[in-house]
């Protein structure tokens, strides 16, 4: 039987009781696919600042480099959203993204028949929405220097980021996103703001040049704002979406909340070696940390795409997904996806009922 | 009488003949309010490049600085699509903008009951929506310096731009808006990344101590990805919003196309002084151009706009808006608009049935 390597990064708020239901429920898969883990957990984010002093600290990295995979389920809260930005919980997840040099980061938008009515949006707009969003993780403005807030001649203060990317980094990205097009739908969008900026032209050169190797993928580019506006107008028109990490963060929140489901959504962030980063996109929701109210489907399903590609161990994440079909096919709910004629359950039921399902 | 001297710009496409329904109907309305409108025409956008090579001739700015207002219909189309971008029509609107240092862009988006359905959202998540997003318009990433691409030294190429602001360029966007905010609902959210940019944390530091003496205006502050899902979410949670001048061109189209007709969306961008540029939301529509199809309200709206904050004749500006209303009370609609039962006018038509209604 072949054995994982899991680091476990509960972080914040309900993500200690995701993580719990989550390690359960890869054991059980475990057991049905002849695979062995072994988690190791490490502070990230608040607890890890009220621990240690940083919302980073240096043996947190050192474990996850040295896994196969890393599960992190969510961090902040009201608690640190004061202290200075070196010390704040986001910190810790910009150097873990750095730490771990992981470009890629992989949001899927998916309408689920059973939730299609969760959605803000008329069925008819969302039904059947499946798009795939790949944002550039390590670079662009998050990273770019010089930053800061500086004098200027007169004494005025001038806050700073630099919004860049090279060559090597649009070209990796726009490979990730090519391939992962190529095994859906054949068709990528490149997002940019190649009408006013020099950074999108050459954003927009190069990932058109990288298409041409892929014949089979059709590719197309839009403007941020319009792609923002074709999100809400008429989102089936997307199959797999590339952009750079400001816009990326932008738009697949926009992706995630078409749903009207965040607390069902998985990511992946992945490096080109090494191991990557699977997390629900939801927050911390400190607001009802500790009642047993949290979804745990989020976080499942991301140890469904650590499977798949993280791990490449897609039995296994195919019987993950499937078990979280058929617990929504059988009306349960967790608080934040309740609607009527279904079954209310808390955290850890809904988590034995995957269990039962398995 | 008084006399207002008016730069037109039709522009490109659609442009010409919205802007001759909106010359009648102005004409319209100053004989009724006693106002005499004395209109000159410059060109500006992919016309101006064909006749005169530049998008923004030096003598359009001339025309523009030595008018009381600016109305400007739509620029570009794919003919210009794939010149260099010194040479491309968005280069002349941002020219414009920075000419006339029109540093607050001011789109309101707004449900009208009429056109609810047209909304790709659920008629109870956007029924009685009214915002308005005022966008820093001169400064940011938009304008900031250094910016180009770059040879790095291993011969890369680095693709560069630089997010900044000033102190006083968010104080005096800060101010327009509350201003504004305390005219309308007393809220005023605003909107950056400070939980991972520089220039965001002086942005919000700043407008948090402008607005202590707005004391009647509620500040909230949301970071950009946040603030796009809920635009998506729960749209009416907002009333003011205001944000950098990228943030600003997502949300605000976003915004706009939560009604679901930015046919109908109208624009305002103010300097501290001299003319104001007043336009529709919507873009050129090449494909429909001179086929008297266009719909003529937005710039009818924008107009109206152009009398309530560009010359302060607020009951003509009210006139105007009565009169859409009324066009859209009796069922007649643009093709962009059309619905079931409703009657279907062309461009000319419509222009006709607001000169009825005035
Ligand atoms: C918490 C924050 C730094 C982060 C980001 O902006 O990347 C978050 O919004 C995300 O999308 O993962
Ligand atoms: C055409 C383009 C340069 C412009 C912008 O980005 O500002 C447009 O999108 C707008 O919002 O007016």
Redesign the pocket.
């Known amino acids: 039987s072949k054995t994982y390597r899991i680091a476990l990064l509960p972080g914040d708020g309900i993500g200690p009781e995701i993580t719990a239901v989550t390690v359960q429920v890869l054991q059980a898969v475990g057991i049905r696919c002849d695979l062995n883990f072994e988690f190791s957990t490490g502070l990230i984010g608040g607890i890890a600042i009220d621990e240690t002093g940083s919302p980073l600290p240096e043996v947190t990295l050192d474990l996850c480099r040295s896994s196969d995979a890393v599960l992190l389920a969510a961090i902040g809260g009201y608690k640190w959203d004061n202290l200075p930005r070196s010390q704040r919980p986001e910190t810790g997840l910009l150097g873990l993204r750095a730490g771990l040099q992981l470009f890629a980061n992989l949001r899927p938008a998916q309408i689920l028949p059973q939730l299609v009515d969760a959605s803000s949006l008329k069925r008819e707009v969302v039904e059947g929405v499946d798009m795939m969003v790949v944002r550039e993780l390590t670079g662009g403005v998050y990273f770019g220097m010089p930053k800061g807030i500086f004098k200027t001649e007169t004494g005025e203060q001038r806050g700073v980021n630099t919004m860049a990317y090279t060559d090597a980094e649009i070209d990796r990205i726009a490979r990730v996103a090519l391939e992962i097009a190529s095994k859906r739908g054949n068709r990528l969008c490149s997002v940019d703001?190649a009408?006013?900026l020099d950074v999108s032209q050459l954003w927009r050169d190069r990932v058109a040049a990288l298409a041409s190797e892929y014949p089979d993928v059709e590719l197309s580019h839009l403007?941020v704002?319009?792609a923002a506006m074709q999100l809400v107008r008429a989102p089936k028109q997307f199959d797999t979406i590339v952009t750079g990490n400001l816009f990326g963060d932008i738009l697949s929140d926009i992706a995630a909340m078409l749903t009207g489901s965040i607390g069902m959504l998985p990511s992946a962030s992945l490096g080109a070696s090494g191991p990557g980063v699977f997390e629900p996109v939801h927050g911390s929701a400190p607001d009802i940390a500790g009642q047993d109210k949290a979804n745990p489907l989020a976080m499942v399903l991301s140890a469904a795409m650590m499977l798949r590609y993280g791990l490449d161990e897609r039995d296994a994440a195919d019987r993950l997904e499937r078990a979280v079909t058929a617990v929504l096919d059988r009306g349960e709910r967790t608080g934040d996806i309740m609607a009527e004629g279904k079954t209310l359950l808390g955290c850890k039921a809904m988590g034995e009922s995957l269990l039962a399902r398995l």
């Open positions: 703001k009408n006013v403007y704002d319009n």
